[in-house]
T-cell receptor, first 110, second 113 residues
């Protein structure tokens, strides 16, 4: 089972910031939070990851709360091409596998 | 420049047949994976190889046999195909067995009739 909880779907207007929440209340101190997305009919795409500090790259920003029990992925200026299922993942176990949950289906509205 | 490629993209076959899906990565990664995405869109890991050594083997029927001839290739052979094997199969690669920054291929849609 995935260790994360995400809303099943969200809408966001094109050009606005999309803020995708994720709860991971049982996260351990050395577990990273990863975000992937899957655009329809394509393979998942890595977006960003973080441990404690906020992170930013060319695709998105990741805000992790101080207690690390939740995080938010921010797409600063959403476009129609950002329509996808977004997965928040906490790596579990010692065998290094990642477990994809149900994710959040993000719809960008024109 | 394709980072992770899979062939074929589509595969339609009858029950009982044996088929293979090939995966190649040109990223220089040392770890490769196979995932299965079923009709409900759940994405589950099947196998993982690090430097040609099997490191993850989930509860997968032994009709599925991965083979890694070298670090850049991980093929999936499926014997005696069943209707329930119909799914999209994704190959992925990463650098290091503990990396969760994985790069996925475009997928192979397998349909068993």
């Amino acid at each position: 089972d995935a260790k994360t909880t995400q809303p099943p779907s969200m809408d966001c207007a094109e050009g606005r910031a999309a803020n995708l929440p994720c709860n991971h209340s049982t996260i351990s101190g050395n577990e990273y939070v990863y975000w992937y997305r899957q655009i329809h009919s394509q393979g998942p795409q890595y977006i960003i990851h973080g441990l404690k500090n906020n992170e930013t790259n060319e695709m998105a920003s990741l805000i992790i709360t101080e207690d690390r029990k939740s995080s938010t992925l921010i797409l600063p200026h959403a476009t129609l091409r950002d329509t996808a299922v977004y997965y928040c993942i906490v790596r579990v176990g010692r065998d290094d596998k990642i477990i994809f949950g149900k994710g959040t289906r993000l719809h960008i509205l024109p | 420049d394709t980072a992770v490629s899979q062939t074929p993209k589509y595969l339609v076959t009858q029950m009982g047949n044996d088929k293979s899906i090939k995966c190649e990565q040109n990223l220089g990664h040392d770890t490769m994976y196979w995932y299965k995405q079923d009709s409900k869109k759940f994405l589950k890991i099947m196998f993982s190889y690090n430097n040609k050594e099997l490191i993850i083997n989930e509860t997968v029927p032994n009709r599925f046999s991965p083979k890694s001839p070298d670090k850049a290739h991980l093929n999936l052979h499926i014997n005696s195909l069943e209707l329930g094997d119909s799914a999209v199969y994704f190959c992925a690669s990463s650098q290091g067995r503990q990396s969760t920054e994985q790069y996925f291929g475009p997928g192979t849609r397998l349909t068993v009739t």
